[in-house]
């Protein structure tokens, strides 16, 4: 089946600012967004929405692929329940080491406050950033 075309930003933009747009209409452009891989853009969506089975879906990612930023975006939604859990965000960097992310993994021990491993993504960063490999 041939997935629709997204929304411009200027449609996208003009939809989120919307105040008669349904919650329906919102989750449905959410998941648009998030099966052409958006999650950005799913999760404002799913914001707008107060949709917690999308966020749900964008936190579920983000520990998977160890994307700091897809979390922070997730852990703002007020029904999050582990938003501020360093264990959370330990898990998260030690999956961005696994995946070689190490600017994720380095912004997820500062925010788990685990200071040795926080040293060893920054030292692997660095070896990454000066090798030319970044």
């Not at 879906?57 to 520990?63: H, P």
């Not at 859990?85 to 960097?93: K, L, R």
């Amino acid at each position: 089946m041939k997935q629709k075309p997204l929304l411009s930003s200027r449609k996208r933009r003009a939809l989120l600012y919307d105040k008669k747009i349904t919650r329906e209409e919102l989750i449905r452009h959410g998941d648009a967004f998030f099966d052409h891989g958006r999650y950005v853009e799913a999760a404002e969506f799913y914001g707008k929405a107060r949709h917690t089975e999308g966020m749900d879906r964008i936190r579920a990612l983000a520990k998977e692929t160890g994307d700091t930023f897809l979390l922070e975006i997730a852990s703002k939604d007020p029904s999050c329940p582990d938003g501020g859990d360093p264990t959370v965000w330990e898990a998260v960097g030690r999956k961005a080491l696994e995946l070689q992310k190490y600017s994720h993994a380095v912004r997820a021990f500062r925010k788990a406050g685990n200071e040795t491993l926080l040293e060893e993504a920054q030292r692997l960063l660095k070896g990454v950033t000066h090798s030319g490999k970044a």
